[in-house]
């Protein structure tokens, strides 16, 4: 396991800056706007080599532990517990406020080691906050600026006493993952995202999987405003293993029309970048709201980007339920309706669940595994060449003008989602007609059923 680094200070200090900067990708929100980061957040940072997980904490804000703030300040106690180093960090240019000594007093009084972070430090503004900040009692401070990337090598020189011996002994054992594409079974973590409109329970359901309250649920939609990765494992009940989910919390995605502060509009990118990096897609779906047209195109979005997708109908519990209500119809006519609005991919895993009672989860999970195995998946030639073969026999291509259209030959050029390259001549004659009815076989015959396939033609002299 890497060293876990969490970051702390208050509202505006330029703790997401800081986040970003460490995980050298544009994650976290930014924004001026106090109390934005409302959630923790995740990610692999590295600084020169040194590697570590990298949280980030929600705005500490000075609030009854009712109310949204002191929730937030609730999950960073939670989160503290489990790292091996704390940033505090301050804004130098701001100087010392009585929330960075009262978040400072209460530092002192935990066991985990803290490096003192004085922020936005560039030029000579900072001078006087690094100078006061000694007066925390929490050591020297590193003066930094996270928006130029200025002080990460002072940084480096604070953690390295602390986390180093740690991160060495992970990298040693960190297992290899499996970019290259020969391997038959994908490994390292699989790497879920569970989208959905705003209520679907998102929030729910990934609290429920982890079994703790990690994420803030409430009626107020929109909550998570964010995308957040936490790395999880879970215990398959039909065979015992255990096995390693990095979990992607998006935000909510809504109707572009509807989306009208700047802070939605990021999550939404947000949303995108999210199912970028996933390999199976959970798509939540309210089964008291049914299939609504924002559903598709998610849906359609997580295709087009090539990843696996599945559909989990969420609140089960308390769908049919109601006097005269029929759960099975309800179900049949969602699947329904799928397999109408989706024609491009056929036999979409479609699972009823539960966030609220747990049930189905397992059932989702186990899903989710076998359809990244699909997606990875990779035939022979000879297999292929086979089922190419009888296709063409059993439906040659046309032949525009009395001259046929010669398709010589196909191979995998790819998996994850797979990628098949057919070479022939004339195919700019190709109808679009004949290629889905390769593209069909392939999903039929080959076993790459509900995952997206993509063909491309290729010349062949
Ligand atoms: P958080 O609320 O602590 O997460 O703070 P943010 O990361 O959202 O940053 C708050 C503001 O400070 C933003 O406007 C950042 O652009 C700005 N900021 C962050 N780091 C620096 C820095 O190193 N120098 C300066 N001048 N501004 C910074
Ligand atoms: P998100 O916006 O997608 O993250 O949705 P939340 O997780 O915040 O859930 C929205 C609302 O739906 C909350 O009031 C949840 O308690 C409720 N909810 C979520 N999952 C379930 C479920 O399985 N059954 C029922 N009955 N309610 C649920």
Redesign the pocket.
Known sequence: MKPTVIII???????????NRLIGKKLAL???Q?G??RDRRMGDAEIAGLQFTVV?TA?WEDEDADTLPGRMRAQTEVSIEGADAALF?IDA?AGLTPLDEEIGRWLRQQSVPVVLVA????GRAGEAGVFESYGLGLGEPVP?????GEGVADLFGALWPVIGEKAEAADEGEPVEDDDEDGERPRGPLKLAIVGRPNAGKSTLINRLLGENRLLTGPEAGITRDSIAVDWSWTNPRDGETREIRLIDTAGMRKKARVVEKLEKLSVADARRAVDFAEVVVLLLDATKGLEHQDLKIADMVLQEGRALMIAINKWDVAGQEPGGNASALFNGIKGALDDGLAQVRGLPVLAVSAKTGKGLDTMLNAAFELRETWSKRVSTAALNRWFDDALEANPPPAPGGKRIKLRYITQAGTRPPRFVVFGTRLDMLPKSYERYLVNGIRAKLGFDAVPVRVVLKSAK
Do not use: I, M
């Not at 200070?9 to 986040?19: A, C, I, M, Y």
């Not at 922020?119 to 560039?122: F, I, S, T, V």
């Open positions: 200070g208050r509202p505006n200090v330029g703790k997401s800056t800081l986040f930014v924004d001026d106090p934005v980061t980030d705005g960090v240019r922020n936005k430090a560039e930094l600026s996270a928006e130029h």
